[in-house]
């Protein structure tokens, strides 16, 4: 193609030929060669079948005696019984106060070899030059050492004192806690002996006491002092009493559970055992015919120790047999089950007044009453179909009754209920209570206010109070209402704090945080449309919910704290409202407790449904110690 030369100034100048396109390369995709002498087929690793792949076999290798050793150590560690002294060693600082803690030492770190041979090297200089040699002042740093802490505990100048939980031997530390405590000096326990270590300027070390720091962190240092303080030294009755250890390895528990089996049948077949046989099995039936029960399927009421539902047992006891086909002796009436009077219900014609020589339909009518008594209809008439005698014209011989004899029982939340025994309950509280002796009584939250202040003043303090103690111990909230007094506990002053300052006055308790705001949201309320007071309220506290609930005193099941204010009100007289919140809220706090509640010890546990439902106890637990010691004589 021949390009064309354009005309006048743009001679030359013309439209360029486009270039050729590229070749593409083909692709040449190599042939996978087959070797016709191996057959493709699936592996097969069984018996006799394909070589198993490489694994990572380290398991299997024999590791470095000190590995075992450690390895050995912790499972000892789990395996054997703690003694508490030990054992408090395990309870270390929490992540977020063991930073703050560390944070704050940092600062006063032990001077450096350099920074030392620095110093020294300047007051040389300076003696060389004929000035006169003044010592530089000590810098203020942390001690580190057991004989020097020990000496610092010893005569009181330790603000604070914090120990490793990993001392090898732990009988060098063993003493500091209880040394602490003697002297009135906070101590904590933290993580790791090299951590502490490293604020030394050394590879390990035991333990550690701040003695002093700068006027700008004690503020910071009171927090952790007082951190300390709640965690460790208040608690030494908890501590001393708390074990370690004693978890066994799925092997031992099986092995052991067997063992128990074959000794409980053995016992069983002794002539002696069936007093002991006889208090479980009671303990059981009492659980079934409790008013708490009696609108409980049987299905319900499966007994762990029995391993059978209760209708079963039933059928056994009246032939008077166990399960394990030792005869019994028979129980007294008043232990009948739901299933047996269930068994013994009677078809019952009913006719009405106005309904003369009319033959009604028949239906089943279940007879049971809430009491566990066995009622049944005698000395009936029938009001619509009597002879000049008296004699009833019933052909099938069926008893018949009025409905106006019938009495309905009251079912929990409707007027009229109340729970069993309840007050029998109440005096057995205010027996195991006498003392007065728990937190709640000298620290609670009724506690914190300043009685000599206004009326309006004192109803916000309780109201702050009341805010404060929902996840907290009392002991804590006492603490921060002291603090709050203090700087003055007002809706004014507490509107014109700002939220640093307020949180610092609050801390620690649960939460504190979100109380800041919320306390600030609940004062700008106040402010706003109350003229600064607070409108009539009442909290209820989640150990009366949980307590009732156990007690079965608010009917049904309540699933939050206010159903169950609702529930008790209904019921409960009003005059002692306050004095058994204030009973019941430290019988959780000593007794009942959320986790692991004392029910040997309870006066309450042949009446509380809770304690006495073996589905939910130990025997263990549910038996008074009285029992407990008369089976451990009769089995031994």
Known sequence: MVQKKGKGKGKGKGKKIAAAPLVAKKVVVPKKVVNPLFEKRPRNFGIGGDIQPKRDLSRFLRWPKYIRLQRQRAVLQQRLKIPPPIHQFKQSLDRQKATELFRLMDKYRPESKAARKERLRKRAAAR???????????????RQGVNTVTTLVEQKRARLVCIANDVDPVEIVLFLPALCRKMGVPYCIVRNKSRLGVVVRRKKT??????????????NLSKIIESAKTNYNDRYDEIRKNWGGGILGAKSASRIAKLERARARELSQKPG???TRR?????????????YFTSISPRRTRSKVQGVSSHIQQGHRERGTTNDGVVEEP???????????????KRVHIKYEEQHGVKQPSSQHKNVDLSGSHSEVENHKCVGDQTGDGVCNNPKGNKTTNVEDKVKPVRPGQPGWEPPHWQLVLDNIRQMRAARDAPVDSMGAEKCMDKESEPQVYRFQVLISLMLSS????????????????????????LATDDHTLGQLIYPVGFWKKKVVYIRKTCEILKRDYGGDIPPTLECRHTLHRI???????????????????????????DIWSDTNLLLVGFGQQTCLPVGPKCSQCLNVTLCPFGRNPANRSLKNVLPQSLQEEDSVINS
């Open 128 to 142: 060389a030059a004929g000035k006169e040699d003044v010592p530089t002042k000590r810098k203020i740093c942390v």
């Open 206 to 219: 035991a333990c550690i006491a701040i003695t002093d720091v700068e006027s700008n962190d004690r503020s």
């Open 273 to 275: 055992a069936g007093r």
């Open 279 to 291: 208090t479980l099995r009671v303990l059981c039936n009492m659980s079934q015919t409790s008013k």
């Open 331 to 345: 129980l007294s009436s008043h232990t009948t089950t739901l299933t047996k009077r269930l068994l013994k219900r």
């Open 471 to 494: 996840q907290t111990k009392d002991q804590v909230t006492h603490a921060a209402m002291t603090k709050l007094r203090a700087h003055g506990l007002t809706v004014d002053n507490i």
């Open 548 to 574: 009732s609930n156990r007690l079965g005193w608010s009917g049904r099941a309540t699933k939050t704290p206010e159903e169950t204010r609702v529930a008790l009100e209904s019921w409960m007289p009003e």
